[in-house]
């Protein structure tokens, strides 16, 4: 064999041979990972879907066999999640309705008893409630104790048809006033509640808040702001139906949601930590009297903690209360 033969025989990759074979290896790489990604969240959604058809086979079953109403827990029904997984069973008794839902890591879908075609969306926990009025024939706050003040309000059907579910406010004098401050005793907060409007709104006609810290209320016709000092969002409301919106605040910033979603977002804002009262449909909300809202409002809440998309999702398809 010649020295030149044995030469080429002995030569390793060159430098560039090399790097392209390290280019390969890492596309190969990122190709097998994100199949391995997809296939996790594919038996990820799976399973949580899964569990959910399963649970509401036996919830479902429970009221059909007592002819009554729907279980108060799951575990009355005997139903537990897969390994990995955790269920959401949100129940009231006052409407017997429900909302169910599984999770496994960010991944959820839930159903209601209204509605049982699955969704991607977690049913709200009662975790940070401070405040919920549901406005059922009365201004209570059925979850604190921040009850409202009935001020030239009429009841109306609400969001669920139900009769006297809800209130309607004439645009000129009626509010429903707790008398006292709330959205300033919070850190992180979420607030909101369903709203019905059918015609233009007054300049600054509110939706609920407290002025000079947490105030929601209409400027251009059905545009509903929603601000706090330093930050202000805005989407807005369609005039026909119900309409969910809610206010979202914490260390990042504000969401405002519309159905569900998400449709405005902002960073900054700050509490003022202001001691003017916390107000429904007027009475002073982003200023300290009137804002006058001319449209119906039903099941208001304030959470002392920001509410996550799927959260919002849940609140959306559960309806009011």
Same mark, same amino acid.
């Given at each position: 064999?010649?020295? #030149?033969?044995?030469?080429?025989?002995?030569?390793?990759?060159? %430098?560039?041979?090399?790097?392209?074979?390290?280019?390969?290896?890492?596309?190969?790489?990122?190709?097998?990972? /994100?199949?391995?990604?997809?296939?996790?969240?594919?038996?990820?959604?799976?399973? $949580?879907?899964?569990?959910?058809?399963?649970?509401?086979?036996?919830?479902?079953?429970?009221?059909?066999?007592?002819?009554?109403?729907?279980?108060?827990?799951?575990? #009355?029904?005997?139903?537990?999640?897969?390994?990995?997984?955790?269920?959401?069973?949100? *129940?009231?008794?006052?409407?017997? /309705?429900?909302?169910?839902?599984?999770? #496994?890591?960010?991944?959820?879908?839930?159903?209601?008893?209204?509605?049982?075609?699955?969704?991607?969306?977690?049913?709200?926990?009662?975790?940070?409630?401070?405040?919920?009025?549901?406005?059922?024939?009365?201004?209570?706050? #059925?979850?604190?104790?921040?009850?409202?003040?009935?001020?030239?309000?009429?009841? $109306?059907?609400?969001?669920?048809?139900?009769?006297?579910?809800? *209130?309607?406010?004439?645009?000129?004098?009626? *509010?429903?006033?707790?008398?006292?401050? %709330?959205?300033?005793? /919070?850190?992180?907060?979420?607030?909101?509640?369903?709203?019905?409007?059918?015609?233009?709104?007054?300049?600054?006609?509110?939706?609920?808040?407290?002025?000079?810290?947490?105030?929601?209320?209409?400027?251009?016709?059905?545009?509903?702001?929603?601000?706090?000092?330093?930050?202000?969002?805005?989407?807005?409301?369609?005039?026909?139906?119900?309409?969910?919106?809610?206010?979202?605040?914490?260390?990042?910033?504000?969401?405002?949601?519309?159905?569900?979603?998400?449709?405005?977002?902002?960073?900054?804002?700050?509490?003022?930590?202001?001691?003017?009262?916390?107000?429904?449909?007027?009475?002073? %909300?982003?200023?300290?009297?009137?804002?006058?809202?001319?449209?119906?409002?039903?099941?208001?809440? %304030?959470?002392?903690?920001?509410?996550?998309?799927?959260?919002?999702?849940?609140?959306?398809?559960?309806?009011?209360?």
């Amino acid at each position: 064999m010649s020295r #030149s033969s044995h030469f080429r025989l002995r030569r390793g990759f060159t %430098i560039v041979e090399l790097l392209i074979v390290i280019v390969v290896i890492g596309i190969l790489a990122v190709i097998a990972f /994100t199949s391995f990604r997809s296939a996790q969240e594919r038996a990820r959604t799976a399973s $949580v879907q899964s569990d959910v058809s399963r649970a509401v086979k036996q919830v479902e079953a429970r009221k059909a066999q007592d002819g009554n109403s729907y279980p108060s827990t799951l575990a #009355s029904v005997g139903v537990t999640a897969s390994e990995g997984n955790s269920f959401n069973y949100v *129940y009231s008794a006052t409407t017997d /309705t429900y909302c169910l839902s599984s999770t #496994s890591g960010n991944t959820s879908y839930l159903v209601t008893s209204d509605d049982r075609r699955q969704r991607a969306g977690a049913c709200p926990t009662a975790a940070g409630l401070i405040a919920q009025w549901r406005l059922n024939g009365n201004g209570n706050d #059925s979850a604190g104790s921040f009850n409202g003040t009935l001020n030239n309000v009429t009841g $109306v059907a609400g969001q669920d048809g139900a009769a006297n579910g809800a *209130y309607s406010f004439n645009g000129t004098n009626s *509010y429903i006033g707790t008398g006292q401050p %709330i959205s300033n005793t /919070t850190g992180s907060f979420s607030i909101g509640g369903w709203v019905y409007i059918s015609t233009a709104q007054a300049y600054r006609a509110g939706f609920v808040g407290q002025n000079d810290d947490v105030e929601m209320f209409f400027t251009a016709n059905n545009q509903l702001n929603m601000y706090i000092p330093g930050a202000i969002v805005s989407c807005v409301i369609p005039y026909s139906g119900w309409h969910l919106s809610y206010f979202v605040y914490d260390s990042s910033g504000i969401k405002q949601y519309l159905d569900g979603a998400v449709c405005a977002s902002a960073s900054g804002g700050a509490h003022s930590n202001g001691g003017s009262n916390f107000n429904l449909g007027g009475g002073g %909300i982003a200023d300290n009297t009137g804002n006058w809202l001319d449209g119906r409002l039903d099941d208001i809440r %304030i959470y002392n903690r920001a509410l996550s998309d799927g959260e919002m999702q849940g609140l959306y398809a559960l309806g009011a209360q």
